[in-house]
């Protein structure tokens, strides 16, 4: 028999065993359907907002008020009152804000004859989003406040409004947001969870697919199907699996950059084409696994160690350049890192081939991994000579 005919019967089996276990087509686009509903909704307003600030006002003067309004009037604060610090401390212990700001007594007259008055804030820094989101806003108008109290103290000692904004703000700064103007969360996070989701969902079920066939104690049935050729037998589950992938991984990149429009310098068929890449180095990485570990529950549980590890050391939540040196180098071992970078040259910069081509190189060499396992896999295909749970 050709090897054509061997490869259509493994996939006309593999057909047959979608049709009678289910968890096959539910653990991939079921997990992958929740995932993309459950952060996109999570994240549909892009940045936090009404985020609970306690405000123990000790001036309550014009200014104090002033400066109360202004904060409560921004997107992310929204400012709760309380008589004195104690009643405020309480509320933050017991989560009902996310941090404190304390105006100390005779700040306007402090501020208006230029002595500093101190300022005191607390922040709940377990939440680290909401806490550093509420620094950023109270610190803001603090500054904003402090310039508008010089300006009115410069206008009546009749300085010119060149110079006033020269002594207030010497320097000016000009900021750029490059591939996320509106500090989005969405834009941030999403545009590379939902792939590594996907890389995650990859490996657990093709290592529970190959393991499946030792753990019911059906790969010589496989192999017979196969004509006793491995590379058959993998191929031919590989024709649906790599289907099946490659769809849900052109959905996710249909889904950000075209339904959802998240921002995108440069081709969005480039991105389909990474991601097609990435799904070929999973499946590699997920054969690779379970060649050398032919043990069903070990294989799975080391998959599914890699694969969370994978989140962590892509570098989209922590720059890899932070981490200590000797782990930098273990980033290279997964394919979501290589995903990242592409992602990174391609849809911020647009950089196109020249930005992202050494990416393309290590997924590729991703799929070389199986080659050196396929025998011992065959091994324990055929004999069975392996714990089965």
Not at 2 to 17: D, M, S
Not at 71 to 97: C, H, N, P
Not at 344 to 355: H, K, L, P, S
């Amino acid at each position: 028999m050709g090897v054509w005919h061997n490869i259509f019967a493994v996939t006309a089996r593999e057909l047959r065993i979608w049709k009678h276990r289910p968890i096959y087509l539910i653990g991939s686009i079921g997990v992958i359907a929740f995932c993309a509903i459950f952060f996109l909704t999570f994240f549909t307003d892009g940045l936090p907002s009404d985020l609970p600030i306690g405000i123990v006002d000790n001036d309550r003067s014009s200014l104090s008020r002033n400066f109360i309004q202004q904060l409560d009037a921004t997107q992310i604060g929204k400012t709760v009152m309380y008589d004195d610090f104690e009643q405020a401390r309480l509320a933050m212990q017991s989560g009902k804000i996310t941090s404190i700001c304390v105006i100390p007594e005779h700040m306007y007259a402090d501020v208006s004859a230029n002595r500093r008055p101190v300022f005191t804030y607390y922040l709940n820094s377990m939440y680290f989003v909401g806490g550093a989101l509420a620094y950023k806003d109270i610190l803001t108008m603090i500054n904003l406040t402090n310039g508008a109290v010089q300006r009115q103290v410069l206008r009546a000692k009749g300085v010119n409004e060149r110079e006033i904004m020269g002594r207030i703000r010497p320097i000016d700064v000009d900021t750029h947001q490059i591939g996320n103007v509106y500090t989005n969360y969405g834009y941030y996070l999403t545009n590379i969870i939902l792939p590594a989701v996907l890389e995650l969902v990859i490996i657990i079920v093709l290592i529970y697919s190959l393991g499946a066939e030792m753990k019911y104690e059906v790969s010589p049935e496989l192999m017979r199907t196969a004509g006793g050729s491995i590379l058959d037998a993998i191929t031919g589950k590989l024709v649906l699996y790599t289907t099946l992938f490659t769809i849900l991984g052109i959905l996710i990149v249909t889904l950000l950059y075209h339904w959802m429009h998240f921002p995108i310098a440069g081709s969005i068929w480039y991105m389909i084409m990474a991601i097609f890449l990435m799904v070929l180095a999973s499946e590699a990485i997920a054969i690779f696994i379970i060649g050398c570990l032919p043990v069903p529950r070990l294989a799975l549980s080391i998959g599914a160690l890699y694969s969370v590890l994978g989140f962590s050391l892509s570098g989209f939540t922590l720059p890899i350049e932070a981490m200590p040196a000797w782990i930098q180098g273990w980033s290279a071992a997964f394919p979501i890192r290589h995903y990242y970078l592409f992602y990174v040259q391609e849809v911020i910069f647009g950089a196109g081939f020249a930005g992202w081509w050494q990416e393309v190189v290590h997924l590729l060499l991703f799929v070389l991994l199986p080659l050196p396992i396929l025998g011992r896999l065959k091994g324990a295909y055929v004999n069975l000579n392996f714990p089965k749970n």
